[in-house]
């Protein structure tokens, strides 16, 4: 099983409550790690309950009284916090196997992050402000309702049109999540674990978002047959990638 995120990370400053809490945090980690935070970060032997035992003498409270967080800080120096809680995190969506198709579009290309982590493996995410976020799905919002309205005789007939239906409802889903932060807000999208299942050639190439909203573009001009074409390229992409992290196939069949 491999496990994809969305990752919200709100302005320290919006977080008034628990500020003190969060700066004390967030001085001691970097002076003990030398930097933020890393949603790809990986804790060796003992590091893990070494760090806290340090952590929990700077804050002057019991082990079990540390909150975690990812946190991380933009090029004007401030700080964003994404809060850890070992229950359900309102700052977090988790997908298992799989991106679903809607999160792509919360994003552009241009925003895509590919590296090489310290531990020897590859990463990639994609991240950008909420509000650019809320931007993109009003337009695609607004595109999908056009061409819902436009070829409501079609709709029934077509897989297409019944995909970009589904695409509609669960990008509103979206909407009302990233509506309930503050507007600066980073939202992140994290491939985590799904990047042990994608070949690395293909992996350095990946652009599912360019594809989601070339696809809505193919779809908004009528050029239905395009469309279809690229929904089924990149249904097949996700259904081989999901079938390899299910364990379901073990061999990389898109190279």
Known sequence: MAQSFLILYEPLDSLVEKREYWNNYITFYEKYWGGPTSPYGVWFGKEYETFREALSNYLGIDDHEIEGCFFMKDKDGRYYICP?????????????????????????????????????????????????????????????????????KNEPK????????????????????????????????????????IHPYTLKNERSVNEVWQLISFASEGRFNEAQSLLNFLTEKWEDIRRRASGDISSFSIQ
């Open 84 to 152: 850890l809680t070992p229950k359900i995190n309102p700052y977090l969506l988790c997908s298992e196997n799989i991106i679903p198709v809607e999160w792509f579009i919360l994003f552009k290309d241009n925003e895509r992050k590919f590296f090489n982590t310290p531990w020897g493996f590859t990463g990639m995410h994609y991240d950008t402000k909420i509000n650019l976020s809320l931007e993109r799905i009003k337009e695609a919002e607004e595109i999908l309702r056009n061409i819902s309205t436009a070829n409501k």
């Open 158 to 197: 077509l897989a297409l049109f019944q995909k970009l239906n589904e695409i509609q409802a669960r990008i509103l889903e979206l909407k009302n999540w990233l509506s309930g932060f503050d507007s600066s807000s980073y939202v992140l999208l994290n491939y985590g674990e799904i990047c042990s299942f």
